[in-house]
């Protein structure tokens, strides 16, 4: 099967990202969500992303939020890392889901 191609992350932190500035400050990091815990296994597809850009520190916990509620609802795990000069992640989620995010 032809995996979808990430075009974006999504599209509220797509418009977030901006031009790209130096690595100096602190990183924020997203917690991992959780799966539901049915027992049940799926086909899962492994995501990996990032996207040097100017993201505003101030900007930074309602990105995080958004992202975490966002990714939850498709089942998203992982790690998600977010500061001043962009973005960076490695995600599971369900196959199935997978183009949601393309």
């Known amino acids: ?4 191609p990430l075009a974006k992350v ?3 932190a797509a418009m977030l990202l901006r031009r790209t500035q ?3 400050r602190p990183i924020q990091r997203c917690i991992s969500t959780r799966p539901s815990g049915n027992g049940v296994s799926e086909p899962r597809q492994y995501v990996s992303l990032y996207n040097y850009a100017t993201l505003e520190e101030s900007e930074l916990p309602k ?3 958004r992202l975490l ?3 939850k609802a498709l089942g998203v795990t992982g790690r998600i890392y977010l500061s001043p000069e962009g973005i960076n992640g490695q995600l599971v989620l369900p196959q ?3 183009s949601a995010l393309a």
Do not use: F, M, P, V
């Open 10 to 12: 999504n599209e509220r």
């Open 22 to 24: 130096s690595l100096r």
């Open 63 to 65: 990105l995080r939020r």
């Open 69 to 71: 509620g966002g990714w």
């Open 96 to 98: 199935n889901n997978a």
């Open 1 to 4: 099967k032809r995996k979808a």
